[in-house]
């Protein structure tokens, strides 16, 4: 009887290891986020969001976006290689960054309109360096289907980033607390995924030559020369919000947005994130061996509609009082804010873990345009906001612009799919 529980399909199986084994790592932070929410004040997550969203769109600057092709390569030699391409761009240019901190640090807060980041600027590159070295290992990982390498390192993230900034609110330590936590868990998921691959691939890493990282530097040149800017718009228009509710309006009202991504981020991270995980490595094996991956394109986005109907729409009804009775009246106004924004979730959900398919079949002109568009919409969307000077009407406009796109790029994706892959890889 139990047998016919066990999924029988390799991707399935997959599947089930990676989300489950990464439950807990998700399920911790909203565990905890009740009592951060009594801790902390908007104020204090508005300047950690704040200084998260600077350095979520530098850390996709510093791996030349180069951890995107260590799924390609056909041999493991080479794609071990392009892992440690990215590994040593993520030191050298959050090097650099460091020293452009040093040098600019108060010209760089008051350009983005917040000069309570001064202070919180010269941690950004330590975040971009661990973030960079992360993906890059996390890629590798991807490829070698060791999802179970993925799913510890993960729950080590979670855990001490969790108890630290536990930790530092209770000593009152204010967004200081909020800030070292996530360094903390950067640190140990970093550590811990090193010491895994290290320790299972050795003979692998030993291999490692600096003439043929040069040699495949070149041959992937494509992946820095569209996806840093494609990648860099997708970033900047995801984290625009944050910056630019906590520049037109408050520090207060980037919490209450911030909130609302850490409490609906959770199952995109868990399900979505998993199946994503999975798709990319299907997908890369189903266009070096067969043209397209149209079938398992097919198949994943089943999976996440199915998952995703029924939740989202309950969500949509009962998240302001839900809001307002986990983390506290004070934050009622967070759950209005996820009200408004469940369509553009949804969308999110469905259509974000198999966006990739472009890059895997070497069309990533397609992805740079698709990037280039909403960041200028989401870029116009805030103009017309600062203009109403209305958070909530902003965010409407926010949520329209960017559920329409996510339908534009499930189609893009789907269309692409089916069709022979222009990579020469």
């Not at 809001?323 to 469940?342: D, K, M, N, P």
């Amino acid at each position: 009887m139990l047998r016919k529980l066990v999924p029988k399909s390799t991707y399935a199986r997959n599947v089930i290891t990676l989300m489950t084994g990464t439950a807990f790592a998700q399920a911790l932070p909203i565990a905890v986020s009740p009592i951060l929410t009594r801790l902390y004040t908007p104020e204090e997550f508005g300047v950690f969001a704040m200084y998260l969203a600077v350095a979520s769109i530098l850390g996709v600057l510093v791996t030349g976006r180069y951890e995107l092709a260590i799924l390609i390569p056909k041999q493991d030699r080479d794609a071990i290689h392009i892992a440690a391409l990215s590994a040593v761009l993520s030191v050298l240019l959050s090097g650099l960054l460091l020293l452009v901190v040093i040098a600019f640090n108060q010209p760089i807060a008051q350009l983005l309109g917040a000069p309570e980041l001064s202070a919180w600027l010269y941690w950004v590159p330590a975040s971009t360096l661990l973030s960079g070295i992360y993906q890059s290992l996390n890629y590798w990982s991807n490829r070698k289907s060791q999802y179970k390498r993925l799913a510890i390192s993960r729950t080590a993230q979670s855990g001490s980033a969790s108890l630290a900034q536990l930790g530092a609110g209770y000593v009152g330590a204010g967004a200081a607390g909020l800030v070292g936590g996530q360094l903390a868990g950067q640190v140990l998921s970093t550590a811990v995924l090193t010491r895994l691959i290290c320790q299972e691939d050795k003979a692998l890493i030993q291999t490692i030559q600096k003439n043929r990282i040069i040699a495949l530097a070149k041959k992937y040149l494509n992946f820095p020369k569209y996806l840093i800017v494609a990648h860099g718009f997708n970033t900047a228009s995801s984290q625009m919000p944050v910056m630019l509710l906590g520049a037109l309006f408050n520090s207060a009202t980037a919490g209450f947005y911030t909130l609302t991504q850490r409490v609906m981020g959770a199952p995109m991270s868990l399900v979505a994130g998993a199946l994503g995980d999975v798709f990319r490595q299907e997908a890369s094996y189903a266009y070096a061996h067969h043209g397209n991956c149209k079938a398992i394109y097919t198949k994943t986005l089943k999976r996440l509609l199915l998952i995703a109907v029924i939740p989202f729409l309950v969500f949509f009804f009962i998240a302001p009082p839900l809001f307002s009775f986990v983390f506290g009246a004070g934050w009622r106004i967070a759950g209005e804010y996820a009200q408004i924004l469940t369509p553009m979730f949804f969308l999110k959900f469905v259509t974000s873990p198999i966006s990739q398919v472009a890059v895997i079949a070497g069309q990533q002109k397609i992805d740079l345009w698709w990037q280039i568009a909403l960041f200028g919409l989401v870029a116009a969307t805030f103009i017309i906001g600062n203009l109403l000077a209305n958070p909530t009407h902003t965010l409407i406009l926010f949520a329209v612009v960017y559920s329409l796109m996510y339908l534009i790029a499930g189609f893009i994706n789907f269309k692409i799919s089916g069709e022979k892959s222009a990579s020469s890889y």
